[in-house]
């Protein structure tokens, strides 16, 4: 369920009055570590994810390029300062009545790759996403049936037909045929007709082009998972970027050169200051090796910034 993601102690504590105040689930309290996993949670669990793949009770979309996913404000409004500002901006003020204005808000893809953007909303849902491969959920609108063509009926010349005068009363119709003609028409399908390049509730498999797996390394992608939740305001997914970001400088500092180069690229240092003090130290305790990369004097050129930082660590 992704709640062992990041320890307690990475989250910000609520005030002892706001704390005292909030209801707790069964078994928890509030100087409680841990939760036990019991019925009620995986029921909990388990209907947020059928949501997603039963395609249920959706009332916002959010567009990236051509890319579409249907959620729900009631999940990912509470959690992100950035989509309940958007909502509140498109139902002019206090949403009370969802259901009733489902809404559309635009994410652009030069701000927020489409698929950094399906992995934030797994996140949402699940507590949880994956840095490789498909995401553990898969948001997308269901595909439409095909219609086959009506055989077309072979025209007759009138000199194939014999023309019969038919006597029959069609007054009786006339009433039928004024209330279709005000029918109004099914509207046009929104559904994109091309395989989207992000994940689709109709295939278990992703397009390359906006693949996670395709991602330069996985340094790269937890930092991109970060700054989407810098960019979203969702507090708690920049502990859990953070965290695999950590753990994976642990493991090897393969691919660090281009992960600097993102890093670096962020001009706000104060949001960005984590991640940065991670990069420098794993610099600084490896230097001599890094230097000597392919990709290193570039680097020193290019960011002056990350060079005057790393010079203050030596």
């Not at 139902?91 to 489409?114: A, H, M, N, Q, R």
């Not at 890093?263 to 000597?292: C, D, G, H, Q």
Request: proline content about 8%; hydrophobic content about 30%; aromatic content about 10%.
């Amino acid at each position: 369920m992704g709640c062992n993601q990041s320890t307690p102690n990475s989250y910000s504590a609520l005030p002892d009055d706001v704390e005292a105040k909030r209801p707790n689930p069964y078994g928890v309290h509030n100087k409680s570590r841990e939760i036990r996993l019991n019925s009620s949670y995986r029921t909990l669990y388990e209907g947020m994810i059928g949501l997603i793949q039963e395609n249920k009770y959706a009332d916002m979309v959010l567009v990236c390029g051509t890319d579409r996913y249907p959620v729900h404000r009631a999940i990912v409004c509470p959690r992100s300062k950035y989509f309940e500002n958007g909502c509140a901006y498109e139902t002019k003020g206090v949403d009370y009545f969802s259901p009733g204005s489902p809404i559309k808000l635009w994410i652009d893809p030069s701000i927020c790759e489409s698929h950094i953007l399906a992995a934030v909303l797994t996140f949402l849902y699940t507590l949880d996403y994956t840095c490789s491969g498909s995401q553990l959920l898969s948001f997308g609108l269901p595909e439409e049936p095909e219609i086959e063509p009506e055989p077309e009926t072979p025209s007759l010349s009138n000199t194939d037909v014999e023309v019969v005068e038919d006597e029959t009363d069609f007054s009786a119709f006339s009433e039928l045929e004024e209330y279709s003609a005000t029918v109004p028409s099914p509207p046009s399908s929104t559904t994109p007709t091309s395989t989207p390049k992000g994940p689709s509730n109709n295939s278990d498999e992703m397009v390359t082009n906006g693949d996670p797996s395709e991602a330069p390394n996985e340094l790269v992608f937890h930092f991109s998972m970060y700054r989407a939740a810098v960019l979203f305001d969702i507090v708690s997914l920049q502990d859990v970027a953070k965290e695999k970001f950590q753990r994976r400088l642990r493991l090897s500092s393969d691919g660090i050169i281009p992960c600097i180069r993102e890093v670096y690229r962020e001009e706000n240092s104060e949001a960005f200051a984590p991640i940065r003090r991670e990069v420098l130290t794993l610099v600084k305790t490896r230097f001599y090796r890094l230097k000597a990369t392919e990709g290193w004097d570039e680097l020193v050129m290019d960011f002056p910034a990350f060079s005057s930082d790393i010079l203050k660590r030596l």
